[in-house]
């Protein structure tokens, strides 16, 4: 098992969803995982950036790629948004690009070489599920989880490559060894809507509310997802989609780092779940 990373926060994780990088920085530890910031990191562009110049965007990313190069570890990061970005930029600067991006990031006295793997927590968690079981204090025994993938920790499979896009399975894996129970959800695959709240809130609205109410269905005590960016979209803007709707179900909605932390034993309040709108305290 891989016990350090190059910690790539990413944006939202140290401001809108400050509470996943709490409780992933609470979980780490008691896994016996080291996360060593990458010192210097930038945004990686997604929605904003790389819809303006991709070139840029694939500059700043090999910058970050870089930077996790000279600590010499593989980067972790627990955005799904951030990972598809490294994990393409990856792709691209391997797939010919190299030189090219290098002579910008030369003006920096920086290079980018291609040895640093880009992972999830998601992943990581999976391929350790004995660990992680190994590790769990207190059984999430009775607790039905809806386990939402959202878009990018599965799509494209072509950038991702970790599992099935259509058929996966790394998140039960991790309900499984943690004690709790996968839900009946068929929403699980969907997309949360969030990069078309804009444009398209309407819409975007009537996907959160079938999504909150598809989990309510199916018994779920929570929908737990890897990305904080379908955590802030289902959980920050639920209460609007299910009024809008004309529905009274309300479900929590937990970061997995959250959710992974509560069968650590980490109380409530380290995880950030006071932070969490619709009221996820009684979980923890």
């Not at 992943?123 to 009775?142: I, Y």
Request: aromatic share 6%; proline share 5%.
């Amino acid at each position: 098992m891989q016990t350090e990373y190059a910690f790539f926060p990413g944006c939202v994780l140290t401001q809108a969803a400050k509470e996943s990088k709490m409780a992933l920085e609470a979980v780490a530890p008691v896994l016996g995982i080291t996360l060593k910031e990458i010192p210097g990191w930038s945004c990686c562009g997604a929605s904003q950036a790389q819809d303006v110049d991709h070139v840029a965007t694939l500059v700043a990313n090999a910058r970050n790629l870089a930077l996790a190069e000279q600590m010499g570890l593989p980067i972790l990061t627990s955005c799904s948004t951030c990972l598809l970005m490294l994990r393409r930029a990856k792709a691209e600067l391997d797939g010919g690009q190299k030189d090219r991006i290098n002579t910008f990031l030369a003006k920096g006295n920086m290079a980018y070489k291609g040895t640093s793997d880009v992972t999830s927590l998601l992943w990581v968690l999976a391929q350790n599920a004995d660990v992680l079981k190994s590790k769990v204090v207190k059984p999430l025994t009775g607790l039905k989880v809806a386990a939402f993938y959202g878009c990018h920790s599965l799509r494209p499979e072509s950038a991702l490559g970790f599992e099935s896009s259509v058929n996966p399975s790394s998140f039960e894996t991790i309900v499984s060894a943690v004690g709790a129970q996968t839900a009946p959800f068929a929403k699980r695959l969907d997309c949360c809507g969030f990069h078309a709240v804009y444009p398209a809130e309407k819409s975007v609205m009537h996907m959160t509310s079938e999504i909150v109410n598809d989990a309510a269905a199916g018994g779920a005590n929570c929908i737990v997802t890897p990305c904080p960016l379908c955590q802030m979209q289902l959980d920050i803007y639920q209460d609007n989609a299910q009024e809008i709707s004309k529905s009274k179900a309300r479900v929590p909605v937990l970061h997995l780092s959250q959710f992974v932390g509560l069968a650590l034993g980490i109380p409530g309040k380290q995880l950030g779940l006071d932070y969490n709108v619709i009221d996820a305290t009684k979980l923890g």
